[in-house]
């Protein structure tokens, strides 16, 4: 019995379709990432107690970590410790001579936006895939 024999055609194609699709997602990766950290940030805004002086709000900030070929994109949402070095006291409380109970906020906005912010980033990235190819 004779072995079947398999012609693939338009291996190039594929190659230079999947090439362009590493390129774009790579150019975007962290655009994409802040853009949904800000959002997290906003929301951690909205939640923080308003203080006497407004600085855990302002405090809010987000980021991105400078990109590396060989390393994930990373962007963050928190709370600027010189800013406002007692947002964890807030958000955890504390004991000593004046204890204050927590008053969560940077979690619960997380918990509030985490699946909207797969499901965006998840979005984007179709959108980029589709668009190379």
């Given at each position: 019995?004779?072995?079947?024999?398999?012609?693939?055609?338009?291996l190039?194609?594929?190659?230079?379709?999947?090439?362009k699709i590493l390129k774009d997602v790579n150019s975007e990766?962290?655009?994409?990432?802040?853009?949904?950290?800000?959002?997290v940030r906003d929301r951690i805004r909205e939640k923080a107690p308003q203080?006497?002086?407004?600085?855990?709000?302002?405090?809010a900030?987000?980021?991105a970590l400078p990109e590396k070929v060989d390393s994930p994109?990373?962007?963050?949402?928190?709370?600027?410790?010189?800013?406002?070095?007692h947002g964890h006291l807030v958000e955890f409380g504390h004991?000593?001579?004046?204890?204050?109970?927590?008053?969560p906020f940077v979690r619960p906005a997380w918990d509030?936006?985490?699946?909207?912010?797969?499901?965006?980033?998840a979005a984007d990235l179709k959108k980029i895939i589709e668009g190379a190819v």
């Amino acid at each position: 019995m004779a072995n079947p024999t398999i012609y693939l055609k338009g291996l190039d194609q594929l190659e230079r379709n999947m090439n362009k699709i590493l390129k774009d997602v790579n150019s975007e990766r962290t655009k994409i990432l802040l853009e949904q950290a800000r959002l997290v940030r906003d929301r951690i805004r909205e939640k923080a107690p308003q203080g006497e002086t407004g600085n855990l709000k302002a405090a809010a900030y987000a980021a991105a970590l400078p990109e590396k070929v060989d390393s994930p994109a990373r962007a963050f949402a928190g709370i600027r410790p010189r800013k406002a070095s007692h947002g964890h006291l807030v958000e955890f409380g504390h004991g000593g001579p004046n204890p204050a109970p927590p008053h969560p906020f940077v979690r619960p906005a997380w918990d509030e936006l985490k699946e909207d912010v797969k499901r965006n980033i998840a979005a984007d990235l179709k959108k980029i895939i589709e668009g190379a190819v």
